[in-house]
């Protein structure tokens, strides 16, 4: 299970730098055009991965509080898209911690936006962040297509298996 995580975690790092890769090469009108999705733009959508995956980064860290960082942050879109990468890589490094499997195995408490307690294991939380991820990526890559951006990114995970 370890080993299988790890893959998914050091996908999402690649995943998340094929887009960002794109992403950084547009204009703020690029960014905030509006596009029918789960978030009204590109850049609101990027910042609610970010900022998704700094919850439950900060829920396996048993962090008693969560900070959203959509709702607070006052950067630059760069400067977003550089803290997302760091995130996304701090999973891998909270997984090679792990002694072995069961290490991940342990259940974990945490609350949800509404206030009401969760409990989870330690591996199904990760796949969570991981799989959450994937599911807005794919927004990302469709809004990018309506947008005409030009390169839009493969992110499948075969790709990322198959690279060199």
């Known amino acids: 299970m370890k080993e299988l995580l790890l893959q998914y975690a050091r996908y999402n790092v690649w995943a998340n730098k094929r887009i960002i890769d794109v992403l950084l090469k547009l204009d703020d009108e690029m960014l905030d055009q509006a596009v029918e999705s789960s978030f009204p733009s590109l850049r609101a959508t990027v910042y609610h991965i970010w900022s998704a995956e700094f919850v439950w980064l900060?829920?396996?860290?048993?962090?008693?509080?969560?900070?959203?960082?959509d709702k607070t942050f006052k950067g630059s879109f760069p400067e977003a898209c550089d803290d997302w990468q760091k995130v996304s890589e701090t999973f891998i490094n909270f997984i090679e911690r792990k002694y072995d499997d069961k290490?991940?195995?342990h259940v974990m408490q945490y609350y949800n936006s509404e206030k009401k307690s969760f409990k989870n294991p330690e591996y199904?939380?990760?796949?969570?962040?991981f799989n959450h991820a994937?599911?807005?990526r794919g927004q990302l890559i469709t809004m990018m297509r309506q947008l005409n951006i030009p390169s839009v990114p493969n992110t499948d995970f075969i790709t990322f298996?198959?690279?060199p």
């Open 103 to 105: 290490a991940l195995e």
């Open 134 to 136: 994937t599911y807005h």
């Open 161 to 163: 298996f198959r690279k």
């Open 124 to 129: 199904v939380t990760l796949m969570q962040a």
């Open 58 to 69: 900060q829920r396996l860290q048993l962090t008693e509080n969560p900070v959203w960082l």
